[in-house]
């Protein structure tokens, strides 16, 4: 390989991710609607952003583990596990359609569902 097709691989590949990292940018995400737990994959309880006054705490105590998560207006986010590692209580706040907390050891899943996800000018 040339000095030529080292400096041709490396511009071809700082375009790549320059390309990926802008049309990321035009990607917004809308907040959620309503937050969902799920625990080993069966819905567990779902809440409306809309009906919660002030912080929602609700305990999820199954035969894994035991997980405390907050909800307020607009955001959700695991305050207590009993799992080892704590991961979801790091994930911190989440508040977009889409986003998600997992505690594996725990099979905890809280998702935000609802709202729109829009693209601005790129539209694949």
Do not use: H
Not at 67 to 81: F, G, H, P, R
């Amino acid at each position: 390989m040339t000095a030529a097709d080292k400096f041709i691989t490396v511009l071809l590949a700082l375009i790549l991710v320059a390309a990926m990292l802008l049309s990321s940018l035009f990607i917004v995400r809308s907040g959620g609607e309503r937050v969902v737990i799920s625990v080993n994959g069966e819905n567990y309880a779902s809440y409306n952003f809309s009906d919660i006054d002030g912080v929602k705490t609700v305990e999820v105590k199954t035969e894994f583990g035991c997980n405390t998560v907050k909800i307020d207006k607009n955001s959700a986010w695991i305050e207590e596990s009993d799992c080892p590692d704590k991961l979801d209580i790091k994930a911190g706040k989440i508040s977009k359609t889409n986003q998600m907390i997992v505690c594996i050891p725990n099979r905890l899943m809280v998702e935000i569902k609802g709202g729109e996800t829009k693209a601005d000018r790129v539209t694949y």
